[in-house]
């Protein structure tokens, strides 16, 4: 019921909307924060902040530098191809790490500390290659294949236009 209502204010007053939105999430999650930043990002890269915008300008500005900095582009390009293969560098750096004997006489926190640290360059290093020589280049034919699909189309429906014979 408060999502419902929500939506209806958020046009008419977007901050008391913005607000109804974060209680409705926390009401919903019950104590995820991370909800609640999500939805507030939302609204401050939102087309409702409009009306906000002398407030909300700072805010803005600091979220599209983090979100727009080299290395978050990087990660974001790569994160499909690290969702991909970081399972294999967890089992095959795991498997190894963890049979030595002076990792397993390690803290479990710096058993896992390490194991990141072994998994996290390769899984990013792997992903990149995937994303610069397989997902790239399928993109470019993808896009490549639609261009030409709708110029067939757009073709096909011209001549069918002008084929038909004209009621005079």
Known sequence: MLLAATNRTFTQRPTEGALQMALATIIAARESFYIVLIVGLCFLMGQ????????????????????????????????????????????????????????????????????TAVTLPGSYLVAWLLHQWVEQPGIKLGRQLLARRSTVVHSTCSATVTSQPSKT
């Not at 600091?62 to 080299?70: K, Q, S, T």
């Not at 290395?71 to 974001?76: D, E, K, Q």
Request: charged share 15%; glycine share 8%.
């Open 48 to 115: 409702c902040a409009a009306s906000l915008e002398p407030r909300t300008a700072a805010a803005k500005a600091f979220v599209a530098r983090f979100l727009g900095n080299r290395v978050t582009r990087f990660m974001a390009d790569a994160s499909y191809g690290v969702y991909l293969v970081h399972g294999f560098f967890i089992t095959l750096a795991g498997g190894w790490l963890f049979a030595q004997p002076s990792v397993l006489a390690l803290k479990p926190v710096l058993r896992t500390a390490l194991l």
